[in-house]
């Protein structure tokens, strides 16, 4: 026991050089700011395996870093963004129940006999998309109503004037063309662009507090920790039904109150579920490829490259995804490997 937590304080020192090395490094120049990702992995890892203290003491020494080097408002950014909410993800990875492993159906890479195992859900990295979006609405909240900077508008300006110049070099025929596929309208709405970035970050950075996080506690820690694999992503409860029904009162609350503009409420709702059904559909992806010598007799192969080149790669997953949704696929296909994938999360 005493060489098991020697080796774990060790490894947690490790943790936290390489967190606020990659804290500072990041803000060196915009082309380094992808080694944020590795804060926020580093930071899901220390707030999974210290206690409280440690945690917002790793957080509080990240930040005064970025302080010190880049000022208030990259210090508002970080904290915001990116380490407040990968502390709380840790936190909430680290706080699930332990569960039998004979009590889940999922598939878990692990022993077999292993008694029992702390089985971190599905449903704790769909919480986790939401944290981190809910940190950037914050991050923009607090520049705007706090220190006077409107991010959204000083975006939609720089996004106007990027327009403007690309319309001055194409041609008149060109530009009717492109007008009329309404692109320039979308890029022009600096609301949903924002709406969208913030929705693609959130999903991105859960990916990897999920799916790089928990694995590196589980290889470094030696933790006995049970995770849905990525090939095994299926979102649980009734989404398709309820993006349907949303969408269908929405409408109707729209036609009953013109003031209010719910067609884009109703976009962004879609683009939100759009995006999860494209994790599902890219997962059930990747398990075919891994399984593919148990399923390849009983993939519908026809159905799904019309959908991919008939309605675009991105679109056309998101539809594998929402049918995986309703027809289960993995466990149509793989007869040879009971309870993976699907609805088994009790």
Same mark, same amino acid.
């Given at each position: ?13 490790i +943790?936290?050089?390489?967190?606020l ?8 120049a915009p082309?380094?700011?992808i &080694? +944020?990702?590795?804060?926020v992995?580093t +930071? ?24 010190i080097?880049?000022g ?9 963004? $990116? ?10 990875f680290?706080?699930?129940n ?12 692990g ?15 769909? &919480? ?5 979006a809910?940190?950037?609405?914050? $991050?923009y909240t607090?520049? #705007? ?21 690309? #319309?001055?070099? %194409? ?12 692109? /320039? ?11 969208i ?13 999920? /799916? ?8 470094? $820690? #030696?933790e006995?920790?049970?995770?849905t694999?990525?090939?095994?992503i ?20 729209? *036609? ?19 995006? %999860?059904? /494209?994790?599902? @559909? ?13 399923? #390849?007799g ?12 008939? +309605?675009?790669?991105?679109? @056309? ?11 289960? $696929?993995?466990? *149509? ?5 009971n ?8």
């Amino acid at each position: 026991m005493v060489i098991q937590n020697r080796r774990k304080n060790y490894i947690n020192i490790i +943790m936290l050089v390489i967190l606020l090395a990659s804290t500072f490094f990041s803000r060196l120049a915009p082309i380094l700011s992808i &080694l +944020m990702f590795v804060s926020v992995i580093t +930071m899901t890892v220390i707030s999974m395996q210290s206690n409280l203290i440690l945690s917002i003491s790793a957080l509080v020494l990240s930040l005064v870093i970025v302080f010190i080097t880049n000022g208030n408002i990259a210090m508002i950014q970080v904290a915001s963004m $990116y380490l407040i909410p990968s502390l709380i993800v840790g936190c909430l990875f680290g706080s699930e129940n332990i569960k039998d492993l004979l009590d889940t159906k999922i598939l878990c890479k692990g022993r077999k006999n292993a008694g029992s195992q702390r089985f971190i859900s599905i449903k704790f990295f769909l &919480l986790a998309i939401i944290i981190f979006a809910f940190g950037m609405i914050s $991050y923009y909240t607090i520049m #705007k109503n706090i220190l006077n900077i409107d991010l959204i508008k000083i975006f939609g300006s720089n996004i106007d004037k990027f327009v403007t110049s690309y #319309k001055n070099l %194409l041609k008149p025929e060109d530009l009717k063309k492109i007008e009329e596929t309404g692109v /320039f309208n979308i890029l022009q709405d600096s609301g949903t662009l924002v709406l969208i970035t913030i929705y693609v970050r959130s999903i991105a950075l859960a990916l990897i507090s999920y /799916f790089i996080g928990i694995p590196l506690v589980k290889g470094l $820690y #030696k933790e006995n920790v049970c995770f849905t694999g990525i090939e095994n992503i299926f979102l649980p409860g009734k989404p398709v039904i309820l993006l349907f029904v949303t969408s269908v009162i929405l409408f109707f609350i729209g *036609r009953s109150y013109p003031a209010f503009d719910m067609q884009t409420v109703i976009n962004n709702f879609i683009l939100i579920m759009n995006m %999860l059904f /494209f994790l599902e @559909g890219a997962s059930l992806i990747i398990y075919t490829i891994k399984r593919w010598a148990y399923v #390849k007799g009983n993939v519908n192969w026809i159905l799904f490259i019309f959908l991919i080149v008939f +309605m675009g790669l991105v679109p @056309g997953i998101s539809v594998i995804g929402m049918l995986d949704n309703v027809f289960n $696929y993995r466990e *149509r296909w793989d007869v040879n490997l009971n309870n993976n994938g699907g609805r088994n999360e009790r």
